[in-house]
């Protein structure tokens, strides 16, 4: 049964009703937030405060009730892009509305009002609570509807085509290789959704026993004709505000990284012992693994790094925080040098001593070839297949990751656009232009 609204949170919906139609009625009358000066920020900042205490308040008592609602008593799996639509439309006023968010998308950064900060307060909500939480990581982990639509051409020609990586099926290895060659591999939107895709094809297809992910060659001037494994996020995407929350950085962690850890969502024969189909992954790093890229490393089962290439999380130097890192990182490196290289933008070189805590093996550029189809090899089997299960099940739970990704939705939400963050993706920007 539906957890009912609570008579006292009753009387509590219509203020934040209108709290939020003032926000609107006072954003409307000012300018830009760029633009403003610092009495009008102080006043929109105070609107926006009072409106999104209404909603922590409202959602704390209710956000079962209010999931049970969007969802039909749990019987509907949504995405949160989906979610996120279907609270706009039944409680106006809780999160933007489509039209807020189209009307953002065509504005740079800097120019945004911040409504994604409120989709943040929504979904914390929602992963805080075990019961709709839990419901909501599951509907992250069912492939998607494109990748539905694309496996019977991928079973059948064994290749996709996609505008960020290409998708090959080899002698039972799915070969996922980035190729954002103009640049580095540095993450978007687009990138998000191939890769999501790219991982249900290759957990869909009985015919892939093991996953590779691999840069490409690249045709960025200072790289061109080299191997790069990924530049992290696209911080040009994000100045011009083309990095979104929803479709971008929670959708990542909870996407395909997570299906990475956990596998996909089937409910087909086999179901009965195991609800997700799991398969084993390598990545092969060239180059460098930066931000994004580095986060990468921690979900795989085995990771080839050539000699010459070099790890970094430079995400708090950006002002932002590096997925999820601040989860896994500690568990492989220890407490020290984790904060060494999140807080303090410690750089990791291959050839050092203490890369091998980020990787399985480091070989000479020439000989990364023979090493990546060596473990492919070695991460082709079923007891491979069922004690990777059991350590993904030991070291990472799923209540700690959903409890984790609570606080990144409305955190991160918050980092994106803050001030600092907007001053130097915008300094990058203008130098990258």
């Known amino acids: 049964m539906t957890t009912a609204v609570r008579e006292d949170a009753r009387g509590m919906w219509p203020s934040l009703a209108e709290a939020a139609a003032r926000v609107e009625e006072l954003v409307a009358s000012l300018p830009a937030p760029g633009a403003r000066s610092p009495e009008q920020r102080a006043e929109a900042t105070r609107a926006h405060d009072e409106a999104r205490t209404l909603r922590v308040r409202f959602l704390d008592e209710n956000v079962d009730a209010v999931y049970d609602r969007l969802t039909d008593e749990r019987s509907r799996y949504l995405r949160t892009e989906e979610l996120v639509d279907a609270a706009a439309h039944a409680y106006p006023g809780l999160v933007p509305t489509a039209a807020q968010l189209a009307d953002e998308r065509t504005k740079p950064q800097a120019a945004k009002e911040g409504h994604e900060i409120d989709q943040g307060i929504f979904l914390r909500a929602v992963l805080r609570s075990a019961r709709s939480g839990s419901h909501l990581m599951d509907a992250m982990l069912r492939p998607t509807t494109r990748a539905q639509r694309l496996l019977p051409h991928f079973q059948r020609v064994g290749a996709v085509e996609m505008e960020t990586l290409r998708l090959e099926r080899r002698d039972g290895v799915a070969r996922v290789t980035m190729c954002r060659g103009d640049c580095l591999n540095a993450e978007d939107d687009r990138q998000v959704d191939d890769m999501e895709t790219a991982v249900d094809l290759a957990l869909l297809d009985p015919d892939v ?49 997570h299906k990475l850890v956990r596998g996909v969502f089937h409910e087909g024969p086999g179901s009965w ?13 060239d180059g460098f693994a930066i931000g994004g890229g580095c986060q990468l490393m921690l979900v795989f089962d085995h990771v080839i790094a050539a000699s010459d290439a070099y790890f970094s999380l430079p995400a708090a130097q950006e002002g932002i925080i590096p997925g999820a890192s601040n989860f896994r990182l500690g568990r492989v490196t220890g407490p020290r040098i984790s904060r060494q290289i999140i807080l303090g933008g410690r750089r990791i070189e291959a050839s050092e001593p203490d890369a091998r805590l980020l990787v399985d093996e480091v070989v000479e550029p020439d000989e990364m070839d023979a090493a990546v189809e060596r473990s492919l090899t070695l991460m082709d089997g079923e007891a491979v297949l069922a004690n990777r299960r059991m350590l993904n099940h030991a070291e990472e739970s799923p209540d700690e990751f959903r409890r984790y990704m609570a606080e990144f939705a409305l955190q991160q939400s918050l980092r994106i656009y803050g ?9 990058f920007a203008a130098r990258s232009a």
């Not at 012992?273 to 790093?285: D, L, M, T, Y």
């Not at 001030?419 to 300094?427: A, E, M, P, S, T």
Request: net charge positive; proline share 4%.
């Open 209 to 257: 026993r093991v996953g590779l992910v691999r840069g490409g060659e690249m045709t960025h001037p200072h790289y061109e004709g080299r191997r790069v494994f990924s530049a992290g996020i696209n911080l040009k995407a994000l100045s011009s505000g083309g990095i979104s929350l929803v479709d971008f950085l929670l959708r990542r962690e909870m996407g395909y990284i």
């Open 273 to 285: 012992h195991s609800p997700r189909i799991e398969k084993p992954w390598v990545a092969a790093v």
């Open 419 to 427: 001030q600092d963050v907007i001053n130097k993706v915008g300094r």
